[in-house]
Antibody, heavy 121, light 107 residues
């Protein structure tokens, strides 16, 4: 069974860097049919796409965040990571990792349970 | 691409039909998915390709539409169906566009 699990600090100070890891189990992170993604959800709001990374390390980022975002892939350790720099209270959200599957059809088929990150001093 | 969902909130009684709409600012062909999200949970894939149910999704869920107009219909609402529903396009790369969501609540 394929599972994704987010981990990282639940509290980040303003101006610091938010760092999260998504551990993938039951599937190869090297799969050519997968884009490993980060999506966040502000309290009581909708889903905001942050960015993704392919098996080869290619990335796309949300234009509104790309100056602060880095997504990386550790194929040897079957996890991928998110770094968001210079955070403010507006970055307080539940952060999800997800897999965008590009098989015969395309969709987000797997999601982590989500982790709440609060930005506060 | 901007995805707009309507209504924002839909109140329906159990056993009745619910119809949720999603409109794209430009054509996405049939490259549209629907997700269900319950409180405290991650979204769950319901529909992809505008009308194909994902594995394990009950037949009371159906999707239709193409181009810019899409509909998610739940034929006979069960208690577990009251949730927030999101549409998402994957016609344009990257697949970054979600609708703002429709909250389906018990009337």
């Amino acid at each position: 069974q394929v599972q994704l699990q987010e981990s990282g600090p639940g509290l980040v100070r303003p101006s610091q860097t938010l760092s999260l890891t998504c551990t993938v189990s039951g599937a190869s992170i090297r799969g050519r049919d997968s884009y490993w993604s980060w999506i966040r959800q502000h309290p009581g709001k909708g889903l905001e796409w942050i960015g993704h990374i392919s098996f080869s390390g290619g990335t796309n980022y949300n234009r509104s965040l790309e100056s602060r975002v880095t997504i990386s892939l550790d194929t040897s350790k079957t996890h991928f990571s998110l770094k968001l720099s210079s955070v403010t209270a507006a970055d307080t959200a539940v952060y999800y990792c997800a897999r965008f599957l590009m098989g015969t059809s395309w969709y987000y088929d797997l999601w982590g349970q989500g982790t709440l990150v609060t930005v506060s001093s | 691409i901007v995805m707009a969902q309507s209504p924002v909130t839909l109140s329906v009684s159990p056993g009745e039909r619910a119809t949720l709409s999603c409109r794209a600012s430009q054509t996405v062909n049939r490259n549209l998915a629907w997700y269900q999200q319950k409180p405290g949970q991650a979204p769950r894939l319901l529909i992809y390709g505008a009308s194909t149910r994902a594995t394990g999704i009950p037949a009371r869920f159906s999707g239709s539409g193409s181009g810019t107009e899409f509909t998610l219909t739940i034929s006979s609402l069960q208690s577990e169906d009251f949730a927030v529903y999101y549409c998402q396009q994957y016609n344009n790369w990257p697949p970054d566009s979600f609708g703002q969501g429709t909250k389906l609540e018990i009337k």
